[in-house]
């Protein structure tokens, strides 16, 4: 997962919404349109007929684009073909376009929106991240995961991506064993993740399990025998060896500011801790403050947990009482991101040794040495804070504590530690921890549906084991036929971009030179080991066929190692991304992109650039974007352009002009319709390198490459709501004059026409 907080991109993108402009409701206009342009069908279609005969007599690209290709027929081709059985096809039905609700005829468009909405997730930092993962990120699972699964004969929809990942994943840990081939550690992840599904064991042994730890770890006040443990050992402990942060929390990442002058140096970052309970911002005030309608179901949840862990119900009061008074008086002085951000208070730079004289009741050094170990960490060391008066604010609370009840033997900070560590550790014991946990943020109004076993599972095998899936799904999945998807598409956005029109003479000095300089490259690349140093780094793994309490605990401490490892190279391994990033001179291309229904390296290619290449091209957009958009023209012009184009095929031409897009639905425009022509412009310059291509439902390539585009625009997009049209359009502006399409897109009911070069642009000549 992706540990940079997602600051800079909340600061860049900050999509406005609105209602979408209802294209429904364009029936009346038909009878006028009809009359008034149907003169001029004729002479369009006749037009278009002669152009793509022109066309046809070129080089081996344009005399074969139209022909039908011979069928692929391997098996993940049989599995997709499933996918496009469907009315996927936008010239089946060309009067549609804006009626055309993605797939289904008209009726689902609201539902086709509101599932690409939740997709938000897949790209949160921790710092957005951590407010909406108190539950553990064990309930954020949409019920659309298996959506496509539904076979009642309707249309297949594609899986959004993360689904598409996390399901690729599950097969590969699924799979058979297969005698010598597979190496010592793709044995551990398979056995990790089989003792993660069998949901019998962990029920067996009930609290027993954590009783033990906790015995190991010298006991807590709660139930007599606490020994006093030393406050700062402790902490340190649990940073290092359990992934638990219970009073800030710890991550790696690099610094936007830095990130853009190409560095990509990783730094240690502090940040508020992940409270367990809904915190209220009043923006009035600007004070946070624990909802107070809450505080008695977590007061009861804490009850809950003890009596699980053995405690006489009757000496629960004090120590949950002590703790929850201890948690919201930490939460005081936390703040939201958008006013941490307003505030100035991110990323804030400062050493380890000043950070100790500011915050001196956490020993810093020695909690950050654990986090960290085994690379040196030294008191010059430079880290970066997210809320330094939260932090200054937890250590005055910490002293005062640790002094109000060093006499009494309460060790309400200890007991707080331990909480947090419970809290860490309940997927891996018994069920009833769990739903307590559940009934808590139900309550709390958590209304996410329970995410299914396996993919809990999946999420915790990869949390422990990334390196190894990467390599696995690279070495499965994205072979040189990714390779190749990247390069062209990389190509032809350098091409693309280097057409644009500028605003002045030296802004495209400076964007082209930095997108020349920057190397796409497959996120396995930098990181990439052979099978003994994948067995060496999992050697110490020793994991147990029935005990799963104790592979959580050595899940967690690869954890801990994935953390240094990512501090020390500043290299990610991106197991479950789905989208590029950019990291120094490099685009991270993350291997998780390249799965099916995406992706697969016997697709036809026409299938492989139509989805992936466009969703690459369309990710890579939105990546170099806020350098773009200021400056080149033509977002803006090219986007009116098509959008005139729409509104005078729906509405009548005399209503042209009558509605204008927000700024945001222009960018997406020019944005979805760019990486239609970069995708396909990829497609041809691979078809160049090899002109024999295959295909399915026996379409034609270009015909393929089309409606594989408007498949997956439609199904797996995550910007979909920015769009004022539905994409299939798209489609029809680029048939309406190239004479590209395998037949015209022209709705015989309403003749068009349209000016000649109407929002073409020239790369596709
Ligand atoms: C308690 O602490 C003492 C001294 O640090 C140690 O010898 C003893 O083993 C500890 N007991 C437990 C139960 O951890
Ligand atoms: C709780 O109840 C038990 C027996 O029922 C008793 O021995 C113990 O003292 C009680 N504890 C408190 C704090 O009242
Ligand atoms: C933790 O260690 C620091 C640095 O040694 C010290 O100043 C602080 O008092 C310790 N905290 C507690 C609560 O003992
Ligand atoms: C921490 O901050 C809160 C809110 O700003 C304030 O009420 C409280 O007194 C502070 N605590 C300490 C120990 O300074
Ligand atoms: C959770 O809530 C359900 C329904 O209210 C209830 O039946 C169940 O016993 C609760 N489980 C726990 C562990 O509290
Ligand atoms: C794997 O890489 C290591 C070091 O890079 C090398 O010593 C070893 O021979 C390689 N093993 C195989 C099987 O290629
Ligand atoms: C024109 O549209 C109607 C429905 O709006 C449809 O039934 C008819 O087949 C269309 N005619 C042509 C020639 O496409």
């Known amino acids: ?156 929809k594609f899986p959004d991506r993360k689904t598409a990942l996390l399901k690729t994943i599950k097969e590969i840990l699924e799979a058979p064993e297969e005698g010598d081939s597979m190496t010592a550690a793709e044995q551990k992840a398979k056995k990790y993740f089989k003792t993660c599904m069998d949901a019998e064991s962990p029920e067996k042994v009930g609290s027993k399990p954590f009783l033990t730890l906790l015995q190991q770890l010298g006991g807590w006040a709660v139930s007599n025998g606490w020994n006093q443990t030393d406050f700062n050992t402790t902490l340190a402990l649990l940073m290092g060896q359990y992934s638990t942060f219970p009073f800030f929390s710890v991550y790696v990442g690099s610094d936007p500011g830095e990130e853009q002058m ?16 809904p915190i209220d911002w009043n923006s009035k005030t600007q004070k946070s403050k624990a909802s107070t309608r809450y505080l008695r179901p977590f007061y009861m949840l804490c009850g809950q947990y003890l009596v699980l862990l053995g405690v006489p119900s009757n000496e629960t009061t004090q120590h949950c009482g002590l703790y929850i008074s201890l948690s919201t008086t930490l939460a005081l002085a936390t703040a939201p991101l958008h006013y941490r951000l307003s505030q100035k208070l991110l990323y804030h730079r400062i050493t380890i040794q000043d950070l100790q004289t500011l915050a001196p009741a956490i020993d810093w050094l020695a909690c950050l040495q654990a986090t960290f170990q085994p690379l040196p960490v030294s008191q010059s060391d430079l880290v970066l804070v997210h809320n330094l008066p939260y932090i200054i604010n937890m250590s005055l609370t910490i002293s005062k504590w640790q002094v109000q009840h060093e006499m009494m033997g309460t060790g309400p900070l200890h007991t707080h530690m331990i909480f947090s560590l419970l ?49 696995t799904i690279r070495e499965r999945h994205a072979q040189k036929e990714a390779e190749e998807l990247i390069h062209d598409v990389y190509s032809s956005l350098k091409k693309k971009l280097s057409d644009l029109s500028w605003r002045d003479d030296r802004s495209p000095v400076f964007i082209l030179k930095k997108i020349k300089s920057l190397n796409p490259r497959l996120s396995t690349e930098t990181n990439n080991l052979n099978h003994t140093e994948l067995n060496h780094l999992y050697a110490e793994v020793d994991l147990s066929d029935k005990d799963f309490f104790s592979n959580y605990l050595q899940m967690l401490v690869l ?6 490892r990512l501090l020390s ?113 990829a497609y041809k310059m691979s078809f160049m390198r090899h002109s024999a291509d295959s295909s399915l439902s026996g379409l034609s390539y270009i015909h393929l490459f089309l409606s594989s585009f408007t498949k997956v625009t439609c199904d797996a997009d995550s910007y979909h709501d920015f769009m004022p049209f539905e994409p299939s359009f798209l489609v029809t502006v680029l048939c309406s004059n190239s004479g590209f399409c395998p037949k015209p897109l022209t709705c015989l009911n309403k003749s068009q026409s349209y000016p000649r070069e109407m929002c073409q642009s020239r790369m596709l000549h």
């Open 262 to 277: 190409g560095s990509n140096q990783h730094y240690i970052q502090i940040d508020e801790p992940q409270f367990q309970f």
């Open 1 to 156: 997962m992706d540990e940079n907080p997602a600051v800079h991109q909340e600061m860049v993108t900050t999509p406005e919404e609105q209602p979408q402009p209802n294209p429904v409701g364009c029936n009346k206009y038909r009878r006028l349109l009809l009359l008034v342009f149907s003169f001029s069908l004729f002479a369009a279609v006749l037009g278009l007929g002669v152009y793509s005969h022109l066309q046809k007599t070129a080089d081996p690209w344009t005399s074969k684009w139209k022909s039908a290709a011979p069928p692929c027929l391997s098996p993940a081709c049989l599995r997709a073909s499933e996918h496009f059985s469907g009315g996927m096809d936008p010239f089946s039905r060309p009067c549609d376009y804006f009626l055309f609700a993605c797939g289904t005829g008209g009726s689902s468009t609201s539902e086709g929106r509101h599932r690409v909405k939740g997709l938000s997730y897949e790209d949160s930092g921790e710092l957005e991240k951590k407010r909406e993962v108190r539950t553990g990120g064990l309930v954020r699972m949409r019920r659309e995961t298996d959506v496509q699964e539904n076979s009642d004969g309707r249309l297949d």
């Open 423 to 471: 809290h860490t550790l309940i997927p891996a014991l018994d069920s009833r921890f769990f739903q307590t946990m559940r009934n808590f943020s139900i309550a709390t109004g958590d209304t996410q549906e329970e995410m299914p076993r396996w993919l809990r599972c999946v999420q915790q095998t990869e949390r422990g084991f990334d390196t190894l899936l990467s390599q």
């Open 569 to 681: 190279h500043g290299t990610q391994t991106d197991g479950l991304s789905i989208t590029p990033s950019i990291s120094g001179n490099d685009i991270i291309i993350p291997v998780g992109m390249f799965v099916s229904p995406f992706f697969h390296s016997s697709y036809p290619r026409a299938l492989n650039y139509g989805t992936l290449g466009s969703l690459m091209a369309k990710d890579l957009l939105h990546l170099l974007l806020p350098e773009i958009h200021t400056q080149a023209k033509n977002p803006e012009s090219e986007s009116m352009c098509i959008w005139s184009h729409y509104l005078s095929v729906t509405k009548g031409s005399e209503r042209v002009g009558t509605f204008s897009l927000s700024s945001s639905k222009q960018q997406e425009v020019w944005v979805q319709y760019s990486a239609l022509q970069v995708a396909l412009d």
């Open 559 to 564: 954890e801990q190692k994935r953390r240094s």
